[in-house]
């Protein structure tokens, strides 16, 4: 079993800055995929970021279109961070904190989430 915490949401101004993190515990081999969705009032949740660990993808980010250029990923073996800046309204959601992890070697992995950390972005 995996569990995911996450840490650093909270109430911004328009145009500011903010820093979510992630830290991965249990039992895992690795935590193949770390990353970050959202999920606002009224809508499905979304993709933010993602960055992977493992094999000839290791390295390679993925953002949403709607976060390109404002939004930063980072992690290491089992910590992830998502740098937030020039913030907008329209980024008000729960984030929450994502995984693909394997228990072993050959395993296919499973989806761990977080609980989620509220981001409020007043205007």
């Known amino acids: 079993q995996v569990q995911l915490v996450e840490s650093g949401g909270g109430l911004v101004q328009a145009g500011g800055s903010l820093r979510l993190s992630c830290v991965a515990s249990?039992?895992?081999?690795?935590?193949?995929?770390m990353g970050w969705y959202r999920q606002a009032p009224g809508k499905e949740r979304e993709l933010v970021a993602t960055?992977?660990?493992?094999?000839?993808?290791?390295?390679t980010t993925r953002y949403a279109d709607s976060v390109a250029g404002r939004f930063t990923i980072s992690r290491d073996n089992w910590r992830t961070w998502l740098q937030m800046n020039s913030v907008i309204p329209e980024d008000t959601a729960v984030y929450y904190c994502?995984?693909?992890?394997?228990?072993?070697?050959?395993?296919?992995?499973?989806?761990?989430w977080g609980r989620g950390a509220q981001v409020t972005v007043s205007s």
């Open positions: 960055m992977t660990n493992a094999g000839l993808s290791a390295g």
């Open positions: 994502y995984t693909l992890a394997r228990a072993r070697l050959h395993d296919p992995g499973t989806r761990y």
């Open positions: 249990g039992n895992a081999y690795n935590f193949d995929v």
